[in-house]
């Protein structure tokens, strides 16, 4: 599974961007895709993700960013996206994708739990 990130950027606190994570190699409908975030100095940080449609393509969030960001994939673009919405100054760091052929009922929340990663995007919240 290959995996690329797209859409970081700069943007004031408030303000919204979306994250876009293009597959090829895998279909992401079939497997769990996630995504984290690394601050500097700070160690990779579960943000939130998305089952296999098997799985009623169910969503999870990290209690920092739950009722500000959202988890979805379009099949037809094999794509899974991450809207940002109320960026806090907090919510800047490196966000990476990462997607999983090992399926659970429970948290998937360590980034052992995935064995691809894409490259990461940065974004940067401005107070």
């Known amino acids: 599974v290959q995996l690329q990130a797209s859409g970081g950027g700069s943007v004031q606190a408030g303000g919204s961007l979306r994250l876009s994570c293009a597959a090829s190699g895998r279909a992401l409908s079939r497997i769990t895709t996630g995504w984290f975030r690394q601050a500097p100095g700070k160690e990779r940080e579960y943000v939130a993700d998305i089952r296999r449609s098997a799985s009623s393509s169910t969503t999870h969030y990290a209690d920092s960013v739950k009722g500000r960001f959202t988890i979805s994939r379009d099949n037809a673009k094999n794509t899974v996206y991450l809207q940002m919405n109320s960026l806090k100054f907090e919510d800047t760091a490196v966000y990476f994708c990462?997607?999983?052929?090992?399926?659970?009922?429970?948290?998937?929340?360590?980034?052992?739990?995935?064995?691809?990663w894409g490259q990461g995007t940065q974004v940067t919240v401005s107070s």
């Open positions: 990462s997607a999983t052929e090992r399926h659970s009922v429970g948290l998937m929340i360590r980034a052992d739990d995935y064995a691809y």
